[in-house]
């Protein structure tokens, strides 16, 4: 796996492919992402609620990678969207991180008790003080992201949500191709549905690649797109990241947009490239 395939959005340079660590805790968490490091994984994704930020934390620092050369993602719990909880909150996240800057911080999901505005005033605060590099946002449509780089007074780099050949997200993702925006793919395997999936799997035959690596492969391929699987097994992981060696072509890429709707391939597929 190549470490410098990156997502350029705002000023931010992303890794392609990032680790996700959602529901994973204590040691397996630390053994996976330790292993994930070890297969060439620079982007690390974790979440205030996850509670794992300690154990992603623990498999830094004792991993040989420099700490310069992993991006670094937290988010913001719903629950702590108040300016003051921004602050204590993420304060909190970089002590269990064991970092002194968190490469890119988000909001978890978008909520009315508490204006947007305020969020990301105090988001700007901590990048401001140096404690955050970039900011994001998750789970937010085209309009809340919309409304969210007007108010904020650094780029929003990234917004992640479900993304995957199962579940597309074609005006969203065209807006941040755009917008200078990185879509980053939670569930981009559809929690393993992809695995049986006979149409990705001869796709992948022709490479000598599994189901799993062409729909991996489908997403970082695109334009804005990086994508954060999980997983718990060395095997898996280091599958995941062996996508870099191999290039779908336009009509193989237009194939995997097919899995949901055809009606919608051209447009979205004209935009990114794959005519």
Not at 190 to 215: C, F, H, N, P, T
């Amino acid at each position: 796996m190549t470490d410098s395939y990156t997502t350029d959005a705002g000023n931010a340079a992303i890794p392609a492919l990032g680790f996700g660590t959602a529901r994973m805790t204590g040691d397996e968490c630390r053994q996976a992402v330790a292993a994930a490091l070890e297969a060439g994984y620079r982007h690390l994704d974790t979440a205030q609620m996850y509670d794992n930020e300690d154990a992603v934390g623990d498999a830094l620092a004792a991993s040989d990678v420099p700490r310069e050369d992993v991006f670094v993602v937290t988010k913001v719990d719903t629950g702590n969207l108040a300016s003051d909880d921004v602050l204590k909150s993420t304060r909190g996240s970089l002590e269990r991180l064991g970092v002194e800057t968190v490469d890119c911080l988000l909001i978890h999901a978008p909520r009315d008790h508490t204006p947007l505005e305020e969020t990301l005033g105090a988001m700007n605060e901590l990048q401001e003080e140096g404690q955050v590099d970039h900011i994001g946002v998750s789970n937010f449509s085209v309009e809340q992201l919309e409304r969210a780089r007007e108010l904020s007074t650094t780029p929003i780099v990234a917004n992640q949500v479900k993304y995957h050949p199962y579940h597309r997200q074609d005006e969203l993702l065209s807006y941040c191709v755009d917008s200078d925006v990185c879509l980053t793919a939670y569930s981009p395997l559809a929690e393993g549905a992809v695995v049986g999936d006979d149409r990705l799997a001869e796709i992948g035959e022709r490479y000598g690649k599994s189901a799993s690596q062409v729909a991996l492969r489908w997403l970082v391929q695109q334009p804005a797109v990086a994508a954060i699987p999980k997983a718990s097994s060395r095997d898996h992981l280091e599958a995941n990241a062996e996508i870099f060696d191999f290039e779908l072509s336009s009509e193989e890429m237009r194939t995997v947009f097919e899995l949901t709707d055809p009606r919608l391939t051209a447009r979205i597929a004209s935009k990114l490239g794959f005519n």
